[in-house]
């Protein structure tokens, strides 16, 4: 996972910085030559490419990524006189200012054809097209709605869909069933599971500002998994860019009882910001598999070979860290369009939380207690997220994909409960040391292709998923504080651990997703104009 976070960024700082030094721009403004006045929504074009764009409302344009060379371009707008500008010189890693004006045309005009690709994703009129195209019950939320809550994750934002309950602050439950009853998909390949031991997947992965659009459906269709009984989410990131763009976001932010506070956290190397598990914490490489089966001497080594930290490291809180960098490039080759978006996003934060726990005879009139703990809670987080998207479209017929997603998240936890446990007569002082390690990478290549005048469409799709879920030595230990004397007892069970006395617990979850998908829709011909009907196959 970290080579190929690490060739992901390379590959793309050096696509970019390449792509850079051999392409400059043009930029200007379009005039009325009788007012003075800007022309908003001109459109200027490179003759002979496929390099164009509209005049902003400021009657201002940017063509980006041309290569060097000399163009002639064309600007017009409908009742101006067409205008050519002869030999446009551009250079490398430059800017060209060019500055427009056009005459008005008193010619008559006939029928007026207006053509445009409209932005397919992102928005919410995309999203209401696509979900009107459903055939059962869905519902979605764009990016351009995302935009405007303010969440954080992607559990945040499924949350706000109608009918989704988010349990735990990162599973999903649709209409009352538990999450192993709900398929979840990235780019239309199955996710894999974040969990040992049920179906599901970590929503609080993924960063809302990685999300294009969020789909939830809850009825079943012949293109969606059979193998779900609540509902399918479709989750898509961000692909094609609409703009060159190189965007960096930092930010930090204190929490009240961890910020410049006292801190405490579990022994899990001097690396952890970085996310990694770096191996402090991990069973010995030459660890009896079984226990059981080895003789007493064996086992009392296999003992020794634990790291031995029963306390948590005391450190002072910093401030909450939070980076964001977001790149977008288009390229034009021979009139194919080339473009990348790549965002890298990194995040700690300290949260120290006081829980108090209780529990009561409900049987008793005056509902004795059972036991009243308060735990002193710190948790140490840290988020790393990569996409790295390429798209080639060579043409309005045809056009491929390859789509990378990785995401992990961390989460270090000291627990310090004391308190008061009334039936058997203690006061525990005791301490729980945990290191969760959890990620995901989704990997996707695709085409749509039109062929037959538009009468058959094609689209298919191979991917590759990977997660881990790594839980190395999470280990407690129970210490009583005598009554009157106040000495400290610490309890060591000398059979197998027990849940309230100690125990040390080791878990490691590695799943392997493959997938591949086509579909077919053929239109057939018809002799009404109102309905065309078709036939829709993949596998």
Request: glycine share 8%; hydrophobic share 35%; no cysteine.
């Amino acid at each position: 996972m970290k080579n190929i976070l690490f060739l992901l960024i390379v590959i793309f700082i050096v696509s970019f910085t390449a792509n850079s030094q051999t392409t400059g721009k043009i930029i200007g403004t379009v005039k009325n030559a009788k007012t003075n006045e800007v022309i908003s929504g001109a459109s200027v074009k490179i003759l002979g490419t496929g390099i164009g764009t509209v005049a902003d409302a400021d009657g201002n344009f940017v063509l980006n990524t041309v290569k060097s060379g000399s163009y002639n371009v064309e600007v017009s707008f409908l009742s101006f006189t067409i205008k050519v500008m002869n030999n446009v010189v551009v250079g490398a890693g430059k800017t060209t200012t060019i500055n427009i004006v056009l005459e008005p045309s008193a010619s008559n005009i006939g029928e007026v054809t207006v053509k445009s690709r409209k932005r397919t994703s992102g928005t919410e009129a995309a999203v209401l097209y696509e979900l009107r195209k459903t055939n059962g019950i869905a519902n979605g939320i764009s990016s351009q709605s995302i935009q405007k809550t303010g969440d954080l994750d992607a559990a945040q934002v499924v949350r706000r869909i109608p009918g989704i309950t988010i349990v735990d602050n990162r599973f999903i439950n649709i209409r009352g069933l538990a999450e192993r009853y709900n398929a979840v998909q990235l780019n239309n390949v199955v996710a894999p599971s974040l969990e040992t031991d049920i179906r599901s997947f970590s929503f609080d992965l993924i960063p809302s500002s990685q999300l294009d659009r969020v789909l939830v459906y809850k009825s079943p269709s012949a293109d969606l998994p059979g193998d779900f009984a609540g509902g399918v989410v479709k989750v898509f990131v961000k692909t094609v860019p609409t703009e060159n763009s190189l965007i960096v976001d930092y930010g930090i932010g204190a929490r009240e009882n961890a910020t410049f506070s006292t801190f405490k956290r579990p022994s899990s190397g001097e690396y952890y910001y970085t996310g990694f598990n770096h191996g402090d914490n991990d069973l010995p490489i030459n660890f009896p598999k079984n226990l059981r089966s080895v003789t007493t001497s064996l086992r009392n080594a296999a003992g020794h070979a634990l790291t031995n930290s029963w306390i948590p490291e005391t450190t002072s809180g910093f401030l909450d860290q939070r980076l964001n960098i977001f790149g977008s490039k288009r390229i034009n080759i021979n009139n194919k369009l080339l473009t990348n978006i790549t965002a890298v996003s990194y995040s700690n934060s300290k949260v120290a939380s006081d829980v108090q726990r209780g529990d009561f005879n409900t049987f008793s009139t005056t509902q004795s207690p059972i036991y009243k703990y308060n735990d002193a809670q710190f948790n140490y987080n840290v988020r790393l997220g990569l996409i790295h998207n390429w798209t080639l479209k060579l043409n309005d017929r045809h056009s491929f994909e390859f789509k990378n997603l990785f995401n992990q998240l961390s989460t270090s936890q000291v627990t310090n409960r004391t308190g008061r446990n009334f039936e058997s007569a203690y006061s525990p002082d005791s301490y729980s040391f945990n290191n969760l390690y959890r990620g995901v990478y989704s990997g996707q290549f695709n085409g749509d292709h039109v062929l037959n005048y538009g009468n058959t469409k094609i689209d298919w799709v191979l991917g590759y998923g990977a997660s881990y879920r790594d839980q190395p030595d999470y280990k407690r230990y129970r210490s009583d504080i005598e009554d009157g004397t106040g000495a400290r007892v610490l309890y060591v069970p000398t059979g197998a651990a027990a849940a309230e006395f100690l125990g040390r617990f080791f878990s490691r979850l590695d799943e392997n997703v493959v997938t591949g998908a086509f579909n077919i829709n053929q239109k057939i011909k018809s002799n009404s104009t109102k309905f065309t009907p078709s036939i829709k196959v993949g596998g």
